[in-house]
């Protein structure tokens, strides 16, 4: 009995097709994720303030939301994970609201400038990764002390 995925050519196809599809999301979660400071604050910060800081909207017209399926409103996904997905965009228009009421500034950037925001965070991380490997190059040469 086959799997109707018979032949490696179909299962390639499988596997194309389906990567089509996934990518935009994942470019999405990608940019509304790693473009933010995500340094835990611990008991100093409360859940809607670090939501606000960690996570960033992705601007986009209201006909593309089945692609991204709601995931580009990225704050109001977190604040309310179980919200349906017809009602993220008009929890978010009431969520900026109540943001710029209480001085909250609400991340939102469209496609390019998120993608810029992402790059320069990753930049900073990179610096910082060299940075650390030069220090530990240095240690164990011995050529420097490790202040304590």
Not at 19 to 32: E, G, K, T, Y
Not at 40 to 64: H, K, N, W
Request: charged letters at 20%; proline letters at 3%; a negative charge.
């Amino acid at each position: 009995m086959g799997s109707g995925l018979d032949g490696w050519i179909n299962r390639l196809m499988f596997v194309f097709i389906m990567l089509c599809a996934v990518c935009p999301i994942h470019v999405q979660i990608v940019l509304s994720h790693s473009a933010q400071d995500s340094t835990d604050m611990g008991v100093y910060e409360c859940f809607v303030a670090r939501q606000f800081r960690t996570t960033m909207d992705i601007a986009c017209p209201s006909y593309l939301d089945f692609i991204h399926g709601g995931l580009h409103m990225q704050l109001v996904h977190h604040l309310f994970p179980r919200l349906p997905r017809p009602n993220l965009r008009r929890a978010t228009v009431i969520v900026k609201k109540w943001a710029k009421e209480n001085n909250i500034e609400f991340l939102e950037k469209d496609f390019t400038a998120g993608r810029g925001q992402m790059l320069t965070m990753l930049e900073e991380i990179a610096g910082q990764a060299r940075a650390f490997n030069a220090k530990v190059a240095e240690l164990a040469s011995g050529e420097c002390e490790m202040e304590i």
